[in-house]
């Protein structure tokens, strides 16, 4: 009966990490959420505070939190169905018969996931750039004034999502693409032989086929979209005017810029229970519309 | 005998004055932004003097600075001395991160306090406690086209608030729909600050333990700013909107501005040479005439933790000689915080640097408290709601109060305890 | 008439995807080799008229490029060599060798997935900081030195070993660590490639943890340095791109290299069956 000790030796060091670096801190943070942990504190743990759930009250009071709130729902609603539809459709397309050259597109569409984040956010802010940037000037040969694309308020969202769109959409390209070749293809031809165009094939045949799939993607792509953090620190610092400040962003400047522990913990457990609740949901959903 | 005994005992004696590299102690040194690129060009001199000492140059960007700082500080990896922007002095303090210098200004035969301007070196005092010495200061004031403001019939610059609607107005007139009178980032929060500042009114009450921005002093300041862009005076934007400020400046889109030193660098280099004689400085118009401004700066401190506390301080000693002060103006255009250094030709002959001269006897220093940084981010915000007119000025600084004594709640706790510095 | 169009209009449709993916890359190379300010002109160039080194140079000799690219080389593989060991172990053991609440421990893991690395950092910090840990390269490897996607992935791989070999090598009287080295990691080989590029990408790419625990200078990895020299120097474009291409170069190589094992450790995790 060598095998039960052994197993321990293989899973321990690995569970050790994780316990350790991980889960422990994870607890802690609910502790830690539960205290006023300041700058004062930092100098002093005499000037530590228990304040129960205050930290959590005075966060849903802070207009700033809510706004924090609400670009981030605003770039998920609206930047999750984005991507996915993006990289449906060019999924669909490399899997058409009609494509040539399909490694190398799919190796170029591929390229943007593996690049530093940090990197292409550097190349996207000049890109945008209201006088130089390409993007403005190919818009003024087309006759559109030029659009303060990072320093407007109403448009600084719409370029991050843009440039997520971009980044992440190779990622579930690949995922689209494996499952659409698992799809048989004894249903296609039913469906040709039965006299349906390209498109209701797509609505009936592959659609439905991904389903399964098209709830995974969505919920990574939920769950990764709600941690936006580094594009707003990179590409506008949070503004203009905060409306780029992410509840990633807001939990970085309380935590790492003003030393607010306590409640930088409260924000992120609240994001946690908020990433959990909605991926919760989606998964309830799918169950009743399936 | 004896003379070898002694010739003995004197060459151990110098061998042990002449220190060995291994005697030579290195200290960390911190610095940001465009003083860190520049400071390395002293230091060469000061190592001479002291062979003993070797520095070591740490550059931090200022974007990153605080938290740098503050990790650090927690991971007990602090140097040994550090530029801080004064505004953090208060910070460190209270995190009792810095050594108290009055016991070496006291013996220096190089600081002496009273050749700084007192705003500035009160910035550096809390509870009458000596934290920092001022390296360089920075200080708002006007910037502002003498053609222009001759055009709308006035020969000087104006110096109290009444005047200087008078000129803005006129100003505006000629410049029409498309022009301005004044720049005022929206982003930028010296500018509120600076006026905030003229006000007998302090801008926090009880021990620096509530907010008083409801008070009629700021809400008089903030009246005075919120009515430039009422009355199409400024236009309304942030920094990041304007390209270029320089170009915007020279085109005349706007008269005055309300910036700092570098400034006058720049406007020398970016300028061209045939509108060099159109712009000028001057200190800033106050609610009843010449008035205050905003104590800026930089002062070098001594962590509490440093390692060779003596070889850092003698560095800052070096850093604090008129002389090297002069010298370290000429290479970054910073102002330096003695009298004695403004009397150098370099500094005496700079026509736009009198205004600053005059200014630096005025400044005041903002209220000492480590949520200071947070405050006035705050206070900037709501200056921004009122200017674009989503509340008024009574609603909008009841509710700043509010959100201010809520950020001191915790110093109020520890005053009451008795802990505070 | 429609089908004639048909393939114009897919690989069109291909041309441009590819074009709107690769031109920001491709531009950010060809203004990193312009002299400094070339690129603030109207109308914006593509290509550089009088190509040049001079940003590399400015790059490497004041900003000590290098010195952050040895960082992030040093940090990447010191991850991925502690964490291909430690998953490779815990993987195994759940698929393969029994002992008490295994599949309990494992659905606990799983759960555990859900969670964002976020909430575990400020305490993390903390922590690390007691240990004496912050502002060394531990304070990036140590925490990073095994993961529970890791532990899935080769789990869900190591399912497929059959039993019978392992039996059979048992009752040759082979020791569990033999077994392990000699039969179980060369059947992992595609796993573990799979597992190996993508823990160094990430690694390499990683910018919010390395930003809070490295505040030395000397420590800092390449994704930290290019975020500070970006938010310092907002004028120099033309170096900033070259500070991306240095940033973006090497892990495109590796990529294009291993791309087979890349897609196959991100297919492996995310396919159903």
């Known amino acids: 009966m060598n095998a039960p000790p052994f197993a321990w030796v293989f899973v321990g060091p690995a569970l050790l990490v994780i316990g350790v670096f991980f889960l422990l801190p994870v607890a802690a943070a609910l502790g830690l959420s539960l205290t006023d942990f300041d700058i004062y504190a930092l100098a002093d743990?005499?000037?530590?505070?228990?304040?129960?759930?205050?930290?959590?009250?005075?966060?849903?009071?802070?207009?700033?939190?809510?706004?924090?709130?609400?670009?981030?729902?605003?770039?998920?609603?609206?930047?999750?169905?984005?991507?996915?539809?993006?990289?449906?459709?060019?999924?669909?397309?490399?899997?058409s018969r009609l494509a040539r050259f399909r490694s190398f597109f799919r190796t170029a569409l591929f390229a943007p996931v593996v690049t530093s984040l940090v990197a292409v956010a550097v190349v996207w802010r000049y890109l945008f750039h209201t006088r130089y940037g390409m993007v403005n000037h190919v818009l003024d040969q087309l006759g559109v004034q030029p659009i303060d694309w990072l320093g407007d308020p109403h448009w600084a969202m719409p370029t991050?999502?843009?440039?997520?769109?971009?980044?992440?959409?190779?990622?579930?390209?690949?995922?689209?693409?494996?499952?659409?070749?698992?799809?048989?293809?004894?249903?296609?031809?039913?469906?040709?032989?039965?006299?349906?165009?390209?498109?209701?094939?797509?609505?009936?045949?592959?659609?439905?086929?991904?389903?399964?799939?098209?709830?995974?993607?969505?919920?990574?792509?939920?769950?990764?979209?709600?941690?936006?953090?580094?594009?707003?620190?990179?590409m506008t610092q949070g503004g203009p005017l905060h409306s780029t400040v992410s509840m990633l962003y807001f939990m970085y400047e309380e935590g790492f810029k003003w030393w607010n522990f306590g409640v930088a913990s409260a924000v992120a457990l609240l994001l946690f229970g908020l990433i959990f609740a909605v991926t919760w949901l989606l998964l309830r959903l799918s169950g009743r519309g399936a | 005998m004896m003379l070898r005994w002694l010739l003995g005992a004197l060459l151990v004696l110098l061998s042990g004055c002449v220190p060995s590299p291994s005697d030579r102690q290195t200290i960390r040194f911190w610095v940001m932004g465009r003083e860190g690129e520049v400071v390395a060009r002293l230091l060469p001199e000061f190592e001479r003097r002291n062979p003993d000492i070797r520095v070591r140059v740490q550059q931090l960007p200022w974007t990153a600075a605080h938290e740098k700082l503050l990790t650090a500080y927690a991971g007990d990896s602090l140097p040994d001395l550090c530029q801080l922007g004064n505004t953090w002095v208060p910070e460190f303090a209270a995190l009792r991160a810095l050594a108290e210098l009055?016991?070496?200004?006291?013996?220096?035969?190089?600081?002496?306090?009273?050749?700084?301007?007192?705003?500035?070196?009160?910035?550096?005092?809390?509870?009458?406690?000596?934290?920092?010495?001022?390296?360089?200061?920075?200080?708002?004031?006007?910037?502002?086209?003498?053609?222009?403001?001759?055009?709308?019939?006035?020969?000087?610059?104006?110096?109290?608030?009444?005047?200087?609607?008078?000129?803005?107005?006129?100003?505006?007139?000629?410049?029409?729909?498309?022009?301005?009178?004044?720049?005022?980032?929206?982003?930028?929060?010296?500018?509120?600050?600076?006026?905030?500042?003229?006000?007998?009114?302090?801008?926090?009450?009880?021990?620096?333990?509530?907010?008083?921005?409801?008070?009629?002093?700021?809400?008089?300041?903030?009246?005075?700013?919120?009515?430039?862009?009422?009355?199409?005076?400024?236009?309304?934007?942030?920094?990041?909107?304007?390209?270029?400020?320089?170009?915007?400046?020279?085109?005349?889109?706007?008269?005055?501005?309300i910036s700092g030193p570098w400034n006058i660098e720049e406007f020398k280099r970016r300028l061209r040479p045939e509108h060099q004689r159109d712009w000028m400085t001057a200190p800033l118009p106050g609610p009843k005439g010449p008035g205050a401004s905003t104590a800026g700066g930089a002062s070098l401190v001594v962590f509490r933790s440093a390692r060779h506390p003596q070889a850092a301080w003698r560095l800052i000693e070096y850093l604090s000689e008129p002389a090297v002060q002069v010298q370290f103006h000429q290479l970054t255009g910073n102002l330096p915080p003695r009298r004695t250094a403004w009397r150098d030709r370099r500094l005496a002959d700079n026509e736009y640097a009198w205004a600053f001269r005059e200014q630096l006897e005025r400044v005041r220093p903002a209220p000492k408290v480590p949520e200071w940084e947070r405050i006035v981010g705050e206070m900037q915000m709501t200056a921004e709601q009122v200017v674009?007119?989503?509340?008024?000025?009574?609603?909008?600084?009841?509710?700043?109060?509010?959100?201010?004594?809520?950020?001191?709640?915790?110093?109020?706790?520890?005053?009451?305890?008795?802990?505070?510095? | 008439m429609a089908t004639r169009l048909a393939p114009a209009i897919v690989n069109g449709l291909l041309i441009g995807l590819t074009l709107v993916s690769l031109f920001p890359l491709l531009w950010m190379l060809s203004v990193s080799f312009m002299p400094a300010g070339a690129a603030s002109v109207l109308p914006p160039p593509l290509l550089p008229d009088s190509p040049t080194l001079a940003n590399y140079r400015e790059l490497f000799v004041r900003a000590g490029m290098l010195h952050y690219v040895a960082n992030s080389l040093l940090l990447a593989a010191a991850v991925t060599l502690c964490s291909l060991v430690l998953n490779t172990m815990a993987g195994y053991a759940f698929a393969k060798l029994a002992f008490a609440g295994?599949?309990?421990?494992?659905?606990?893991?799983?759960?555990?997935?859900?969670?964002?690395?976020?909430?575990?950092?400020?305490?993390?910090?903390?922590?690390?900081?007691?240990?004496?840990?912050?502002?060394?390269?531990?304070?990036?490897?140590?925490?990073?030195?095994?993961?529970?996607?890791?532990?899935?992935?080769?789990?869900?791989?190591?399912?497929?070993?059959?039993?019978?070999?392992?039996?059979?090598?048992?009752?040759?009287?082979?020791?569990?660590?033999?077994?392990?080295?000699?039969?179980?990691?060369?059947?992992?080989?595609?796993?573990?490639?799979?597992?190996?590029?993508f823990t160094f990408l990430g690694c390499w790419n990683d910018f919010m943890w390395p930003l809070i625990v490295l505040t030395d200078d000397e420590l800092q990895t390449l994704p930290v340095a290019l975020a500070s020299l970006s938010r310092e120097h907002v004028q120099d474009n033309e170096m900033m791109m070259a500070g991306s291409v240095v940033t973006v170069l090497p892990v495109l190589v590796l990529f294009l290299a291993l791309q087979k094992h890349y897609v196959q450790g991100l297919l492996m995790g995310s396919v159903k069956g």
């Open chain 2, 102 to 257: 009055k016991p070496e200004v006291a013996a220096s035969r190089v600081i002496a306090a009273e050749d700084y301007f007192p705003g500035i070196w009160s910035t550096n005092v809390i509870d009458g406690r000596l934290y920092g010495i001022p390296w360089y200061v920075d200080t708002r004031l006007l910037f502002y086209r003498r053609d222009l403001v001759r055009d709308a019939g006035f020969d000087a610059p104006p110096r109290s608030w009444e005047e200087w609607e008078r000129v803005m107005a006129a100003v505006k007139e000629n410049a029409g729909p498309a022009g301005y009178a004044i720049l005022l980032p929206l982003n930028e929060f010296e500018p509120l600050l600076a006026l905030a500042l003229q006000q007998d009114e302090p801008l926090l009450r009880d021990d620096a333990t509530r907010g008083a921005f409801a008070s009629p002093g700021f809400r008089r300041a903030l009246d005075f700013y919120a009515r430039m862009f009422r009355n199409d005076w400024a236009p309304t934007m942030a920094g990041a909107q304007i390209s270029n400020v320089w170009a915007e400046f020279e085109r005349g889109l706007f008269a005055f501005y």
């Open chain 2, 388 to 421: 674009r007119g989503r509340v008024g000025i009574d609603q909008a600084t009841q509710a700043l109060d509010r959100r201010v004594d809520a950020m001191l709640e915790k110093r109020r706790w520890l005053l009451a305890r008795g802990k505070s510095q």
């Open chain 3, 102 to 197: 295994r599949e309990r421990l494992f659905r606990i893991l799983i759960g555990a997935l859900v969670i964002p690395g976020q909430v575990a950092m400020m305490p993390l910090f903390l922590l690390l900081n007691h240990m004496g840990l912050v502002n060394t390269y531990g304070g990036v490897v140590v925490p990073a030195m095994a993961g529970i996607f890791g532990i899935y992935l080769v789990r869900q791989y190591a399912l497929s070993i059959p039993d019978e070999l392992l039996e059979a090598a048992r009752m040759d009287g082979a020791g569990e660590f033999r077994i392990f080295a000699i039969i179980v990691v060369p059947l992992l080989r595609p796993v573990l490639s799979a597992l190996a590029v």
């Open chain 1, 160 to 234: 991050i999502i843009l440039f997520a769109a971009w980044k992440n959409f190779g990622y579930n390209m690949v995922i689209f693409l494996a499952n659409l070749q698992a799809i048989p293809e004894e249903l296609y031809e039913a469906a040709r032989i039965d006299g349906a165009s390209w498109f209701r094939q797509l609505l009936h045949v592959t659609l439905p086929m991904l389903g399964p799939t098209l709830l995974l993607v969505g919920i990574l792509t939920t769950a990764g979209y709600f941690q936006l953090f580094a594009e707003p620190y990179v």
């Open chain 1, 45 to 95: 743990l005499d000037n530590l505070r228990f304040v129960g759930l205050d930290n959590y009250l005075r966060m849903l009071q802070t207009p700033l939190f809510w706004q924090a709130l609400g670009n981030t729902l605003y770039f998920v609603v609206v930047g999750v169905p984005l991507s996915i539809a993006v990289s449906l459709g060019a999924a669909l397309l490399l899997h």
